[in-house]
């Protein structure tokens, strides 16, 4: 069993959309703490494959790019073989992959719909399902991210909201039944970076003023506590921890 001075070295992590963003930092801050890491990538080749370059010149045999599109239940599967195929084993995985745009009512889709629930709800049960034996061979980890709006809607994100409040209870069921070989947490980000389409000045300045430590988060945040999770808190099961300054107890 894990313990608080165990390190992640020799651990090899699945990181579901590992390329760019959250995900690369999670990346990073992982690789830096020793562990080998799997980046899972849909279509941000480019961006995984020269990721993966920059660590394994850091550290030879340390990494690897995945390429999946997880809302195909087959690809989960070729993908958890080719991992353990290459890699020998997998020691935690992170989902942190998910679509995230609004759908408001009147114009929703079952293309939407589909595309996420699956990335946001399906792919992270079924992908869990799919590492279970390796992860009960190393007893491992599993996180999810989360989001602090599956505690309360946005707006005009009826359906991406719901899928983040399933993952919060696959969360804590996966947690319930993986125990106590497989420790199962999520991590759920408030403003940590702003959408990649446009958002005006002024609606960034009104998410800052409800946050009580008046500023947004960074990736670091996000990755920092995910490194804490896998390595440091070997009694934490079941919880959802918020990286938000503060934002979801009061706005």
Same mark, same amino acid.
């Given at each position: 069993?894990?313990?608080?001075?165990?390190?992640?070295?020799?651990?090899?992590?699945?990181?579901?959309?590992?390329?760019?963003?959250?995900?690369?930092?999670?990346?990073?801050?992982?690789?830096?703490?020793?562990?080998?890491?799997?980046?899972?990538?849909?279509?941000?080749?480019?961006?995984?494959?020269?990721?993966?370059?920059?660590?394994?010149?850091?550290?030879?045999?340390?990494?690897?790019?995945?390429?999946?599109?997880?809302?195909?239940?087959?690809?989960?599967?070729?993908?958890?073989?080719?991992?353990?195929?290459?890699?020998?084993?997998?020691?935690?995985?992170?989902?942190?992959?998910?679509?995230?745009?609004?759908?408001?009512?009147?114009?929703?889709?079952?293309?939407?719909?589909?595309?996420?629930?699956?990335?946001?709800?399906?792919?992270?049960?079924?992908?869990?399902?799919?590492?279970?034996?390796?992860?009960?061979?190393?007893?491992?980890?599993?996180?999810?991210?989360?989001?602090?709006?599956?505690?309360?809607?946005?707006?005009?994100?009826?359906?991406?909201?719901?899928?983040?409040?399933?993952?919060?209870?696959?969360?804590?069921?996966?947690?319930?039944?993986l125990g106590p070989d497989i420790?199962?947490?999520?991590?759920?980000?408030?403003?940590?970076?702003?959408?990649?389409?446009?958002?005006?000045?002024?609606?960034?300045?009104?998410?800052?003023?409800?946050?009580?430590?008046? #500023?947004?988060?960074?990736?670091?945040?996000?990755?920092?506590?995910?490194?804490?999770?896998?390595?440091?808190?070997?009694?934490?099961?079941?919880?959802?921890?918020?990286?938000?300054?503060? #934002?979801?107890?009061?706005?």
């Amino acid at each position: 069993m894990t313990t608080e001075t165990d390190s992640l070295n020799n651990h090899w992590v699945l990181v579901t959309g590992g390329g760019k963003r959250i995900g690369a930092t999670i990346v990073r801050t992982l690789h830096e703490a020793g562990a080998n890491v799997a980046i899972h990538y849909r279509s941000s080749a480019a961006e995984a494959n020269e990721l993966c370059s920059e660590l394994s010149s850091r550290r030879e045999n340390s990494c690897i790019t995945l390429q999946a599109d997880l809302n195909n239940l087959g690809a989960i599967d070729s993908m958890v073989a080719s991992m353990v195929e290459v890699c020998g084993r997998i020691d935690a995985l992170v989902n942190n992959a998910s679509s995230f745009y609004p759908t408001p009512l009147g114009s929703i889709t079952a293309t939407e719909w589909d595309d996420l629930i699956g990335s946001n709800l399906k792919a992270p049960l079924f992908l869990s399902q799919a590492v279970l034996p390796h992860l009960r061979a190393s007893h491992g980890t599993i996180i999810n991210l989360v989001d602090i709006h599956a505690e309360r809607p946005l707006r005009d994100h009826v359906v991406y909201g719901p899928a983040k409040v399933g993952l919060a209870m696959l969360t804590r069921s996966l947690a319930r039944d993986l125990g106590p070989d497989i420790r199962v947490n999520g991590v759920s980000p408030g403003a940590i970076l702003w959408p990649d389409e446009d958002m005006s000045e002024k609606a960034k300045a009104s998410i800052v003023r409800q946050v009580p430590l008046k #500023r947004s988060g960074e990736p670091a945040d996000i990755a920092r506590t995910i490194l804490f999770l896998l390595r440091d808190a070997p009694y934490i099961t079941g919880q959802i921890i918020a990286v938000d300054g503060g #934002r979801s107890i009061g706005w």
